[in-house]
Protein backbone atom coordinates (compact mmCIF):
# COMPACT_ATOMS: atom_id res chain seq x y z
CA UNK A 1 0.00 0.00 0.00
CA UNK A 2 0.94 3.50 -0.69
CA UNK A 3 0.91 5.92 1.75
CA UNK A 4 0.71 9.56 1.87
CA UNK A 5 1.22 12.51 4.11
CA UNK A 6 -2.44 13.70 5.84
CA UNK A 7 -2.01 17.25 4.09
CA UNK A 8 -0.98 16.09 0.51
CA UNK A 9 -3.99 16.88 -1.77
CA UNK A 10 -6.59 13.82 -2.01
CA UNK A 11 -5.55 11.54 -5.22
CA UNK A 12 -9.62 11.65 -6.09
CA UNK A 13 -9.49 15.01 -7.38
CA UNK A 14 -11.71 16.67 -4.93
CA UNK A 15 -9.03 19.28 -4.25
CA UNK A 16 -9.17 19.20 -0.58
CA UNK A 17 -6.18 17.84 1.70
CA UNK A 18 -6.20 14.18 1.90
CA UNK A 19 -7.27 14.54 5.71
CA UNK A 20 -10.35 16.19 4.76
CA UNK A 21 -11.21 14.02 2.18
CA UNK A 22 -10.90 10.67 2.07
CA UNK A 23 -7.98 9.54 4.54
CA UNK A 24 -11.83 9.55 7.44
CA UNK A 25 -12.96 7.18 4.84
CA UNK A 26 -10.17 4.97 4.51
CA UNK A 27 -9.75 5.08 8.22
CA UNK A 28 -13.35 3.24 8.21
CA UNK A 29 -16.11 6.19 8.83
CA UNK A 30 -18.66 5.24 6.43
CA UNK A 31 -18.73 7.70 3.27
CA UNK A 32 -21.72 9.34 3.44
CA UNK A 33 -22.92 9.40 -0.66
CA UNK A 34 -21.80 6.91 -3.07
CA UNK A 35 -19.71 9.49 -4.45
CA UNK A 36 -18.30 9.93 -1.49
CA UNK A 37 -17.33 5.89 -1.78
CA UNK A 38 -16.47 5.82 -5.29
CA UNK A 39 -13.61 8.82 -4.75
CA UNK A 40 -12.43 6.82 -1.99
CA UNK A 41 -12.62 3.89 -4.06
CA UNK A 42 -10.77 5.16 -6.61
CA UNK A 43 -8.18 6.98 -3.90
CA UNK A 44 -7.73 3.66 -2.96
CA UNK A 45 -6.78 2.43 -6.08
CA UNK A 46 -4.09 5.08 -6.23
CA UNK A 47 -2.83 4.41 -3.32
CA UNK A 48 -2.87 0.62 -3.75
CA UNK A 49 -5.02 -0.08 -0.43
CA UNK A 50 -6.93 -3.42 -1.93
CA UNK A 51 -8.14 -4.03 1.74
CA UNK A 52 -10.30 -1.09 1.47
CA UNK A 53 -11.59 -1.69 -1.92
CA UNK A 54 -12.54 -5.08 -0.71
CA UNK A 55 -14.35 -3.82 2.57
CA UNK A 56 -16.09 -1.40 0.23
CA UNK A 57 -17.54 -4.19 -1.86
CA UNK A 58 -20.66 -5.43 -1.99
CA UNK A 59 -20.34 -9.39 -0.58
CA UNK A 60 -22.48 -10.28 -3.37
CA UNK A 61 -20.36 -9.12 -5.98
CA UNK A 62 -17.07 -8.91 -4.54
CA UNK A 63 -13.71 -11.01 -5.86
CA UNK A 64 -11.99 -13.79 -3.79
CA UNK A 65 -9.37 -11.73 -4.08
CA UNK A 66 -7.44 -8.17 -5.24
CA UNK A 67 -4.25 -7.88 -6.78
CA UNK A 68 -3.02 -4.32 -7.91
CA UNK A 69 0.41 -4.90 -9.17
CA UNK A 70 -0.52 -4.24 -12.68
CA UNK A 71 -3.20 -1.48 -11.74
CA UNK A 72 -2.00 1.80 -14.18
CA UNK A 73 -0.76 5.03 -13.21
CA UNK A 74 -3.82 7.03 -12.29
CA UNK A 75 -3.89 10.56 -12.84
CA UNK A 76 -7.21 11.94 -12.26
CA UNK A 77 -10.91 11.48 -11.51
CA UNK A 78 -13.75 13.41 -13.43
CA UNK A 79 -17.05 12.83 -11.69
CA UNK A 80 -19.63 13.19 -14.60
CA UNK A 81 -22.93 12.88 -12.87
CA UNK A 82 -23.83 11.01 -9.45
CA UNK A 83 -27.30 10.43 -8.02
CA UNK A 84 -29.01 8.49 -4.99
CA UNK A 85 -32.84 7.43 -4.61
CA UNK A 86 -33.13 5.27 -1.44
CA UNK A 87 -30.68 2.89 -0.36
CA UNK A 88 -29.46 2.94 -4.62
CA UNK A 89 -26.80 5.30 -5.60
CA UNK A 90 -25.33 6.22 -9.12
CA UNK A 91 -21.52 7.07 -10.06
CA UNK A 92 -20.30 8.22 -13.62
CA UNK A 93 -17.25 8.74 -13.59
CA UNK A 94 -13.90 8.74 -15.95
CA UNK A 95 -10.85 7.91 -14.76
CA UNK A 96 -7.25 8.86 -16.52
CA UNK A 97 -4.40 7.00 -16.49
CA UNK A 98 -0.56 6.98 -18.11
CA UNK A 99 -0.57 4.37 -20.45
CA UNK A 100 3.31 3.87 -21.56
CA UNK A 101 4.21 7.04 -23.18
CA UNK A 102 0.34 8.43 -23.69
CA UNK A 103 -2.70 8.19 -21.83
CA UNK A 104 -5.62 6.17 -21.60
CA UNK A 105 -9.17 6.14 -19.79
CA UNK A 106 -11.17 4.20 -17.55
CA UNK A 107 -15.16 5.59 -18.10
CA UNK A 108 -16.87 3.75 -15.48
CA UNK A 109 -21.40 4.03 -14.41
CA UNK A 110 -20.99 2.42 -10.96
CA UNK A 111 -23.94 1.02 -9.05
CA UNK A 112 -23.95 1.50 -5.29
CA UNK A 113 -26.43 0.03 -2.35
CA UNK A 114 -26.56 0.85 1.17
CA UNK A 115 -27.19 -1.32 3.45
CA UNK A 116 -27.67 0.60 7.50
CA UNK A 117 -25.41 3.13 7.44
CA UNK A 118 -23.04 1.83 4.74
CA UNK A 119 -22.48 2.49 1.27
CA UNK A 120 -21.20 -0.69 -0.95
CA UNK A 121 -19.98 -0.88 -4.65
CA UNK A 122 -22.02 -3.47 -6.29
CA UNK A 123 -21.04 -3.30 -10.32
CA UNK A 124 -20.24 -0.92 -13.30
CA UNK A 125 -20.83 -0.86 -17.19
CA UNK A 126 -16.90 0.11 -18.21
CA UNK A 127 -15.25 1.00 -21.09
CA UNK A 128 -11.54 2.04 -21.96
CA UNK A 129 -9.99 3.76 -24.64
CA UNK A 130 -6.75 6.26 -25.36
CA UNK A 131 -6.63 9.60 -24.86
CA UNK A 132 -5.23 12.70 -27.08
CA UNK A 133 -5.21 15.44 -25.65
CA UNK A 134 -4.75 18.56 -27.93
CA UNK A 135 -1.47 20.15 -27.21
CA UNK A 136 -3.32 22.91 -25.99
CA UNK A 137 -5.27 21.19 -23.98
CA UNK A 138 -4.66 20.94 -19.98
CA UNK A 139 -2.32 18.31 -19.11
CA UNK A 140 -4.14 14.71 -18.09
CA UNK A 141 -1.76 15.01 -15.50
CA UNK A 142 -3.55 17.15 -13.67
CA UNK A 143 -0.59 19.96 -13.06
CA UNK A 144 -2.69 22.46 -14.68
CA UNK A 145 -0.14 23.44 -17.43
CA UNK A 146 -0.94 23.27 -21.28
CA UNK A 147 -0.28 19.45 -22.15
CA UNK A 148 2.26 20.51 -24.55
CA UNK A 149 4.20 22.40 -21.82
CA UNK A 150 3.98 19.58 -19.95
CA UNK A 151 3.63 15.67 -20.47
CA UNK A 152 3.89 15.97 -23.83
CA UNK A 153 7.57 17.58 -23.45
CA UNK A 154 8.67 13.83 -21.96
Known amino acids: MTTMTSSSPCPCSSGKAYQDCCQRWHSGQPAPTPEALMRSRYAAFVLRNPDYLMATWHPDTRPTELGLENSPEWASLQVLDASEQGARGRVHFRALYRAGVGWGYL ?17 GETSEGALKPGRNEPCPCGSGRKYKACCLKR
Not at 107 to 123: C, K, L, N, P, Q
Request: aromatic share 24%; net charge negative; hydrophobic share 40%.
Open 107 to 123: EEISEFVREGDRWFYVA
